[in-house]
């Protein structure tokens, strides 16, 4: 389940409340199920994939692929596998651990794992959601955030696209002020 932190310490867990909270930046947040497909279970489940085991998984999942491609225009997707085995894992997460936007939305479906976006609100306080397995997030392009994994370091999630070309990340030159993701 997502949950929300705040400088102060204080965290929500209630996905109404996190929608709210991140209703001013309009980031979308929806529970969307992975179903009850063994397949799919036993694959999310593995810590890596081969390329044709990410297609599978992606296909399974096509359904939420075609809403957004008729609803939102969105022309392309993959899957997105990190774990500690990962060859360079912590150099590539320096890329977006520091504050930065992108000039096309950062949607992401999480599929296994956790990953920790990190915002900064209205008021310039700033946020870390950590969001789950069945949790799907859109950051609309222009907003600053960042993004780290849990200290378990896993994650699958499917990434959809708008171009090709518009998520490379543009760094604000704004201090993160928040302690290194949830632990
Ligand atoms: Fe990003």
Do not use: C
Not at 16 to 23: D, F, H, K
Not at 41 to 67: N, R
Not at 98 to 113: C, L
Not at 123 to 129: I, M, N, P
């Amino acid at each position: 389940m997502a949950k929300i932190k705040f400088e102060t310490g204080e965290t929500i867990t209630d996905l109404s409340a996190i929608a709210q909270t991140l209703a001013p930046l309009h980031i979308q947040l929806n529970h969307w199920p992975l179903g009850d497909d063994p397949e799919l279970a036993q694959l999310l489940a593995q810590e890596s994939l081969t390329d044709d085991e990410k297609e599978t998984v992606l296909v399974k999942l096509d359904h939420y692929f075609q809403q957004l491609r008729e609803t939102e225009g969105y022309q392309n997707r993959d899957l997105i596998v990190l774990n500690p085995q990962t060859p360079n894992l912590e150099t590539l997460l320096t890329k977006f651990d520091k504050i930065h936007t992108h000039a096309d939305g950062e949607v992401r479906y999480i599929v296994d794992g956790e990953g920790v976006f990190g915002f900064v609100l209205p008021d310039e306080s700033q946020v870390e959601l950590t969001i789950e397995p069945g949790e799907y997030i859109n950051v609309p392009n222009g907003t600053e955030h960042w993004f780290v994994l849990t200290e378990r370091r896993r994650i699958k999630a499917v990434r959809y696209f708008a171009g090709t070309d518009g998520w490379v990340p543009e760094y604000t030159g704004r201090e993160l002020r928040f302690q290194p993701a949830a632990k």
